[in-house]
């Protein structure tokens, strides 16, 4: 190898800058969750975990429920339109056509709209138009839209990552086309599958803006799909911006970031069970 570099040093100079890439990345990653854990575990106390929230012990956890049901609502109506979606783009319609490259062009501009002009959206279509008001439902809806482009995408990339040797090989033994994709195709394409779905579920559990605006942020347990609630990402933002709870928004990002990981670590589990 040293001869090789002697040889062309360029190639000295990428490897060295993808090291100092991996390097810093590793390095800002380690300092963020580090800094969050550090000013944030010293002020997790029982109080905080608490049914009901209070003025006196800031409970987190009505924002943890609403929380978790936002994800898991929103996963419900998101996955399988976006993984069917994205097997007929690849599978059933015609590759490379105009109705295709509509679909995507289509995607690629909602994922690139601002959050808080889906949360405008969703306040004045579900929450105005069909009198859902600021709900469970109203948010759910609109993280779904939000995340369904990314979602689709990375299932069309997965299931054109599976080679078509598979799929060939399943005709040539008498397969259909749906017992191709339901056997063959959609099991070698899960795991990048689940890896948009991981990042699906980051971006709802990071949102602000369009929860504010279509869930609201009363600090309470939703009792319905058509009640006002909190996520932890607007309590962490509620707490710092009031100025006097400084502490217990900390403590909110360290569980913030503790949900983060286990859901990955989660998700990564499964992943590699059905590989």
Known sequence: MKNLFRKKPVD???FLLTWLSIMATAAVLLFVVGYVLINGLPHISLSLFAVQF????????????????????????????????????????????????????????LAGIPSIVYGLFGFIFFGVFLGWGLSLMSGAFTVSIMILPLIMRTTEESLKS??????????????GRLRTIVRIVLPAATPGILAGVILAIGRIIGETAAIIFTL???????????????????HMYALANEGTHEGQAHATAAVLLIVVILINALSSRIARLIK
């Not at 609502?73 to 295709?100: C, D, H, M, N, Q």
């Not at 599976?162 to 397969?175: F, H, I, K, N, Q």
């Open 12 to 14: 000295l100079l990428l």
């Open 54 to 109: 209070t003025a006196q012990n800031q409970s987190l956890f009505p924002a943890l429920i609403g929380t978790l049901l936002i994800v898991g609502l929103s996963l419900i109506l998101a996955v399988p339109l976006g993984v069917f979606s994205a097997i007929f783009l690849v599978e059933y319609a015609k590759r490379g056509s105009t109705f295709v490259k509509a679909v995507r062009l289509t995607t690629e501009t």
């Open 162 to 175: 599976v080679p078509d040797t598979y799929r060939e090989g399943s005709y040539g033994l008498g397969a």
């Open 216 to 234: 609201g942020n009363v600090a309470r347990i939703p009792n319905n799909l058509f009640d006002t609630g909190r996520t932890l990402s607007a």
